[in-house]
């Protein structure tokens, strides 16, 4: 292999592939990599969703909980305990010249290799550790748990030879918290030739969303990611009543996982039955088809700290976006997102209207499809990439 080539070893401390998320972030480094020519193998969980152009190597099942999903909970430490023998094994036959680890967690898990052999370790930074466990009410602001874990947050900052952040914000967080070190922002990717707008015909469009049960002239607001509060979907179920009630065509389809149950009760609760459909998970070949079924895309994501991805596939698919009004959603759509300050539900209400009512609402998603063509462009990341790559050897 030519010495320009890298061979990457991606350490991804969850359940990978599964759909949504920090997983599109390490799948899209992972394929913008070797298009480029590098060779890049992924050691994860034993669950998870294979994918035909990438190696994954899984730790064997648990012998508890062997169907568990993964999240902020203890038993995220033994699925670690499980993949650290796994990566030092993946490593010794492998040789990788870079470790690439994602999350927290993976950044550790990456440095004994990093140790035993002086590989260089490049921590995929992709928020703070600590605020995602609040976020998720695994932890109790102000206890001495979360005290605990923020010195240990502060411990793994320091084990990288470079860190790179999803967005600027996240890199002035690292570089806040890590005094004399520096992160590089490399934001998510997408990409354009997947996540197009005319990814459906006319007659294909009306089909499929004849078979979800929607009317061919609704306006369809979409959403999709993670079912869950800090992403904001009570807030989007309270304001799809209103919405709903000023807009007799107005439909609502919640693409995501999990809770979807818990969700359905909500809607039903709110009178919502028949204006709101819920597909459960989606796969992300299958997103940008179902993506293209709205008119308008919404991401009410309350959490300060962590990226937001799916922003860029609303953006690439020209669907116009309405989102909270946070720094990461800024850095994203820019000028050219509408937005509501982080909790209001009044005020998701009023601009999902606005935009409901706009008749050059089509201009909004065309403005934000030539955005991130122009300003993400995905083979610039995986260069980018590459970069620091060689930063962190030298």
């Not at 290799?113 to 466990?133: C, I, N, Y």
């Not at 809607?267 to 299958?286: C, I, K, N, P, W």
């Amino acid at each position: 292999m030519p010495e320009s080539h890298y061979r990457i070893l991606m350490v991804a401390p969850t359940s990978f592939f599964a759909d949504y998320g920090c997983h599109v972030r390490i799948l899209e480094e992972a394929r913008v990599l070797q298009s480029l020519g590098h060779q890049v193998e992924v050691v994860t969980y034993a669950l998870g969703r294979n994918l035909p152009d990438v190696t994954i190597h899984r730790t064997p099942p648990l012998p508890y909980h062997a169907t568990y999903e993964v999240g902020s909970s203890r038993h995220k430490f033994a699925f670690d305990a499980y993949l650290a023998p796994t990566v030092l094994n993946v490593a010794r036959r492998f040789r990788p010249h870079v470790v690439h680890g994602h999350l927290h967690e993976g950044a550790l898990l990456g440095f004994p290799w990093k140790l035993l052999s002086g590989t260089p370790l490049v921590f995929d930074f992709q928020g703070s550790m600590t605020a995602e466990m609040l976020d998720h009410h695994f932890l109790r602001p102000g206890g001495k748990r979360e005290w605990f874990f923020r010195q240990v947050e502060g411990a793994i900052n320091r084990l990288p030879n470079a860190v790179i952040t999803s967005t600027t914000r996240g890199a002035a967080q690292y570089n806040a918290v890590t005094p004399g070190r520096r992160a590089w922002p490399i934001p998510d990717v997408v990409n354009p030739c997947m996540f197009r707008p005319d990814v459906l015909t006319p007659d294909e469009r009306a089909a499929l969303r004849s078979a979800w049960g929607i009317s061919p002239n609704a306006d369809v607001v979409v959403y999709l990611g993670l079912l869950a509060h800090y992403q904001g979907v009570d807030h989007l179920l309270h304001a799809a009543v209103d919405v709903c009630a000023a807009r007799p065509n107005a439909h609502v389809l919640i693409m995501g996982y999990p809770n979807v149950e818990h969700y359905k009760e909500t809607a039903q609760a709110l009178g919502l039955q028949s204006r709101v459909t819920f597909t459960g998970r989606v796969a992300y070949e299958d997103s940008p088809r179902m993506l293209a079924l709205g008119d308008v895309a919404v991401a009410p994501k309350l959490s300060q700290t962590e990226g937001a991805g799916k922003l860029l596939t609303y953006m690439s698919m020209a669907l116009p976006t309405v989102a909270f009004d946070t720094q990461v959603a800024r850095e994203y759509l820019d000028e050219g997102g509408v937005y509501a300050l982080p909790g209001d539900t009044a005020g998701l209400t009023a601009a999902l209207l606005a935009v409901l009512d706009d008749p050059r609402r089509q201009c909004l998603g065309d403005r934000l499809r030539a955005h991130v063509l122009q300003a993400f462009p995905w083979q610039d990341v995986g260069h980018a990439l590459v970069k620091v790559y060689e930063e962190a050897r030298r």
